[in-house]
């Protein structure tokens, strides 16, 4: 049951991971969560299950984003029905797998631009005029919080799709700044360069593979969605003086997108300057 004295938190893409842990964060800290995504009622109903059982309240919502209008919808049911909306996380991947050129058809190259870029824009388009007016009025300030992946900043072979998607959502978040900033809203786009230990979606692109890569790279290898919910969090609670606009995380045994491919004759040890030393 939603809770008309809490703010809402939307969560676009509440998977079992980064969604589904911000969900439970936000609801921790007092708001009403509504968890949203494609599919998989029952691991839905879980999360849902899980912040009631800690306090916390939460709706459940099944919407398949590419579909015309189903962001619209789901905000104006949101903000009409169960409370209005101060903080979002758009949170929808756009990995459409390993392809070359010639394996990208124009209809798969189209999708990951529907997710990451197009989505993002129809949801700011649909939920800040009404941000921008509980600001006007002296409300709290809206705040959304995008996730970004390492393919925000650099290309790779077989990333046509990925790479201009999440560039695009990278420069669609710059512009969205520059205009509502002033108005009241908190932009915010988080590049998380690395692995996240997701079963929804690294789960599910390893498969078998998935408990042996997180063995191999370690306890503090691979970003954990709880510990990385609290940079969400205090993201939403930054006061107006003092945003980011952008933020990267990362396991610290990673070395940076910029510098994940060093020139063996600057580092023979192949982690480039900015590595951890090797025991």
Known sequence: MSDPRKPVFLVIGAGAGIGGQAAKRFAAGGYHAVLARRSDEEGLARLVAEIEE?????????????????????????????GPIETMIYNLGAQIGNRSLADTPHRIFELGWRLACFGLFRLAHAAFPSMVE???????????????ATAAMRGNAGQHSHAAAMGGRRMLCQTLNAEFAPKGIHVAHVLVDGAVDS???LGKLLGDKYEAFKAKKGPEGVIDPAVLAETY???????????????????????????????????????????PEAD
């Open 54 to 82: 800690a306090g916390g309240s939460a709706t459940p919502m099944l919407m398949n984003a590419a579909e015309d209008g189903a962001i619209e919808d789901l905000v104006e049911h949101v903000e009409r029905d169960i």
């Open 134 to 148: 509980r600001a006007r009025r002296g409300g709290r300030h809206g705040t959304l919080l995008v996730t970004s």
């Open 199 to 201: 079963p929804d979606t």
């Open 233 to 275: 969090w205090h993201l939403a609670q930054q006061p107006r003086n003092c945003w980011s606009h952008e933020i990267d995380v990362r396991p610290w045994t990673d070395v940076p997108w910029w510098n994940d491919n060093p020139n063996p004759e600057i580092d023979s040890k192949g982690k480039g300057f900015a590595g």
